[in-house]
């Protein structure tokens, strides 16, 4: 089963912009909406960003997505250190009725 | 509270079967499509089989299809997966995730998840 494709690292620091790439095709990001996770060493993953930048409640607004065609991007404003973490992007894939995954990126904040 | 809960996992030999459970508590279980999601050691999540709120639909990734099976009982607030001919490859973290309608297939809810170790 094919993957979205994600950035294998990324890294910042305390304070900065970083923003996490994630690329698809026209049956998954290009016309499903894109979800986000979050996942520290040794934990289950947990909901970011989800529908059309739409934040579960206790997720701050220093997390945002968007979508441009069959690419979409996770930007981290206002880097902490507690965001040193694994990210993962998502979506339904129409053509295979599944959800696909990108590869993750972990995150390092120097 | 919120939350889910597998069970099932353990050290199973090459071709044999396993059943994995997830309990659910704390949500609306009846109105949540569910889903199975493994990560192997080391690597990252691979979307494994969802099932619709009703269990009216289902679908599973290549990887598994024809040999893992996804149900639920409602009634239980509990999902299922049975897994069949296993292999190496399937060995993983398995965790349970829930999808609340209209969220665009979001999993706002996880299991803490159940190792599953496939050797010969």
């Known amino acids: 089963q094919s993957v979205l494709t994600q950035p294998p690292s990324a890294s910042g620091t305390p304070g900065q912009r970083v923003t996490i790439s994630c690329s698809g095709s026209s049956s998954n990001i290009g016309s499903n909406t894109v979800n986000w996770y979050r996942q520290l060493p040794g934990t289950a993953p947990k909901l970011l960003i989800y529908n059309n930048n739409q934040r579960p409640s206790g997720v701050p607004d220093r997390f945002s997505d968007s979508k441009s065609g069959t690419s979409a991007s996770l930007a981290i404003s206002g880097l902490q250190s507690d965001d040193e973490a694994d990210y993962y992007c998502a979506a339904w894939d129409g053509s295979l009725n599944g959800v696909l995954f990108g590869g993750g990126t972990k995150l390092t904040v120097l | ?120």
């Open chain 2, 1 to 120: 509270q919120v939350q889910l809960v597998e069970s099932g996992g353990g050290v199973v030999q090459t071709g044999r079967s396993l059943r994995l459970s997830c309990a659910a508590s704390g949500f609306n279980f009846r109105t949540h499509a569910m889903h199975w999601v493994r990560q192997a050691p080391g690597k990252g999540l691979e979307w494994v089989a969802f099932i619709w709120y009703d269990g009216s639909e289902k679908h599973y990734a290549d990887s598994v299809k024809g040999r893992f099976t996804i149900s639920r009982d409602n009634s239980k607030n509990t999902l299922f997966l049975q897994m069949n001919s296993l292999r190496a490859e399937d060995t993983a973290i398995y965790f349970c995730a829930g999808d609340p309608p209209q969220s665009g297939f979001a999993f706002d809810i996880w299991g803490q998840g159940t190792m599953v170790t496939v050797s010969s």
